[in-house]
């Protein structure tokens, strides 16, 4: 009687596990590439190249960007436009479960990054330049929220069972899916967004954080529920007791500057944030009505001239290698502007988003920079000079 109820207790075991196993091990992408080096990121305005249709996002890794759909995953070239590799099928691999795709990348100096697919009870990760598959993990329980960003992905998985940490966060490492660390957290949906490389930036409550993707070490920052926007090495948070007017900021207003460990680096008083911080610069927008690019690791502000004749509340912003590219969405007069140093006229372009459409955002990819249009257009702008 005891050998017959062990061998009762192990056999569903063992079947459940060879089930996940199967089903973890039975897809692949649908097409791959060679590896090859991505081409430089531009530095400059060129003209439409290619143009292409997009059903959901868009998103920069690899050798130039993704785009995904609700069963598909396609990455292109940026410099080309041509579909590099190409994931399909996945969704009824998801039984049913909503499927997720986040990027990352493995250090700071990875080139390729990792799309990541969070599917139904597994996650698959794939080579940002080829395609193919670098590592595999299953899950019990449905993926609520998630994130990557530069040496760090993270989720929470909520299990609908009785435990008191049914939900719990995986922080994981990308370059081979094992668990740097896991812990029950008290929200079951929480706010999870990129961070600066090694970090998350976390909501959950009324006090936003930022989470160490190595050590899980929480650090608290200024403001409520929503953490502030992460750039390429600080996060920015704004503070604001009176609404816009046409979108001009209250003298009120203040822009905190924070490093990773949450101290304040900077403070700009009477302004707004109008662009991602980027290697020790960031586009405000002041309550005087002027355009300044501060410069948080010396306290100084420029005078900037931009174009936004359609109202600050619609500007779009990307950074390039010597500058940043900037278009108003809704702006009928169809220019993209490059400003490229202080107090000098930015060079413009014409948008390529014509026929009663408008600019809704703007990307730096591997050799171009993407314009998303309303309706769902896609142009690359590929430039000689990189």
Same mark, same amino acid.
């Given at each position: 009687?005891?050998?017959?109820?062990?061998?009762?207790?192990?056999?569903?075991?063992?079947?459940?596990?060879?089930?996940? %196993?199967?089903? $973890?091990?039975?897809?692949?992408? +649908?097409?791959?590439?060679?590896?090859?080096?991505?081409?430089?990121?531009? +530095? +400059?305005? *060129?003209?439409?190249?290619?143009?292409?249709?997009?059903?959901?996002?868009?998103?920069?890794? *690899?050798?130039?960007?993704?785009?995904?759909?609700?069963?598909?995953?396609?990455?292109?070239?940026?410099?080309?436009?041509?579909?590099?590799?190409?994931?399909?099928?996945?969704?009824?691999?998801?039984?049913?479960?909503?499927?997720?795709?986040?990027?990352?990348?493995?250090?700071?100096?990875?080139?390729?990054?990792?799309?990541?697919?969070?599917?139904?009870?597994?996650?698959?990760?794939?080579?940002?330049?080829?395609?193919?598959?670098?590592?595999?993990?299953? /899950?019990?329980?449905?993926?609520?929220?998630?994130?990557?960003?530069?040496?760090?992905?993270?989720?929470?998985?909520?299990?609908?069972?009785?435990?008191?940490?049914?939900?719990?966060?995986?922080?994981?490492?990308?370059?081979?899916?094992?668990?740097?660390?896991?812990?029950?957290?008290?929200?079951?949906?929480?706010?999870?967004?990129?961070?600066?490389?090694?970090?998350?930036?976390?909501?959950?409550?009324?006090?936003?954080?930022?989470?160490?993707?190595?050590?899980?070490?929480?650090?608290?920052?200024?403001?409520?529920?929503?953490?502030?926007?992460?750039?390429?090495?600080?996060?920015?948070?704004?503070?604001?007791?009176?609404?816009?007017?046409? *979108?001009?900021?209250?003298?009120?207003?203040?822009?905190?500057?924070?490093?990773?460990?949450?101290?304040?680096?900077?403070?700009?008083?009477? $302004?707004?944030?109008?662009?991602?911080?980027?290697?020790?610069?960031?586009?405000?927008? +002041?309550?005087?009505?002027?355009?300044?690019?501060?410069?948080?690791?010396?306290?100084?502000? /420029?005078?900037?001239?931009?174009?936004?004749?359609? =109202?600050?509340? /619609?500007?779009?912003?990307?950074?390039?290698?010597?500058?940043?590219?900037?278009?108003?969405?809704?702006?009928?007069? *169809?220019?993209?502007?490059?400003? %490229?140093?202080?107090?000098?006229?930015?060079?413009?372009?014409?948008?390529?988003?014509? =026929?009663?459409?408008?600019?809704?955002?703007?990307?730096?990819?591997?050799?171009?920079?993407?314009?998303?249009?309303?309706?769902?257009?896609?142009?690359?702008?590929?430039?000689?000079?990189?």
């Amino acid at each position: 009687m005891c050998t017959f109820v062990v061998v009762a207790v192990v056999l569903p075991v063992a079947i459940h596990r060879s089930v996940d %196993d199967y089903r $973890a091990r039975i897809w692949y992408p +649908s097409l791959t590439a060679a590896a090859a080096a991505p081409a430089p990121a531009p +530095s +400059s305005i *060129g003209p439409v190249t290619y143009r292409l249709s997009y059903a959901r996002d868009v998103r920069p890794i *690899g050798n130039g960007f993704i785009l995904t759909a609700d069963d598909a995953v396609t990455a292109y070239d940026g410099q080309s436009g041509v579909a590099r590799w190409r994931a399909t099928g996945f969704g009824s691999t998801a039984a049913g479960a909503p499927h997720h795709v986040e990027v990352a990348w493995r250090d700071r100096n990875d080139v390729a990054g990792v799309v990541v697919l969070f599917l139904g009870g597994a996650v698959v990760a794939l080579d940002g330049s080829t395609g193919d598959v670098i590592w595999r993990r299953q /899950h019990d329980g449905t993926v609520t929220a998630a994130a990557g960003g530069i040496d760090a992905l993270g989720m929470t998985v909520f299990t609908a069972d009785d435990s008191s940490d049914r939900t719990r966060f995986y922080s994981l490492d990308p370059a081979s899916g094992h668990v740097r660390w896991t812990r029950p957290t008290d929200c079951s949906d929480p706010t999870l967004v990129p961070g600066t490389p090694g970090q998350f930036a976390y909501g959950c409550g009324m006090t936003p954080k930022v989470i160490d993707a190595h050590t899980g070490k929480t650090t608290d920052m200024p403001g409520k529920y929503n953490p502030p926007e992460a750039g390429s090495d600080v996060y920015v948070y704004e503070q604001s007791d009176a609404p816009y007017a046409e *979108g001009t900021p209250a003298t009120t207003a203040v822009i905190q500057v924070l490093d990773p460990g949450g101290q304040v680096v900077d403070e700009i008083h009477g $302004a707004r944030p109008m662009s991602r911080a980027d290697n020790g610069l960031l586009l405000v927008y +002041s309550s005087e009505g002027a355009w300044l690019m501060r410069n948080y690791r010396t306290h100084q502000s /420029h005078p900037v001239q931009v174009d936004a004749r359609n =109202g600050v509340n /619609h500007v779009r912003t990307t950074w390039l290698k010597g500058g940043l590219v900037v278009a108003t969405e809704l702006d009928h007069s *169809g220019r993209i502007q490059l400003i %490229d140093g202080p107090a000098q006229v930015p060079t413009s372009t014409e948008s390529p988003c014509r =026929g009663g459409t408008d600019v809704q955002d703007l990307y730096t990819v591997a050799g171009a920079i993407v314009v998303t249009c309303y309706g769902g257009q896609l142009f690359g702008l590929v430039s000689d000079s990189r």
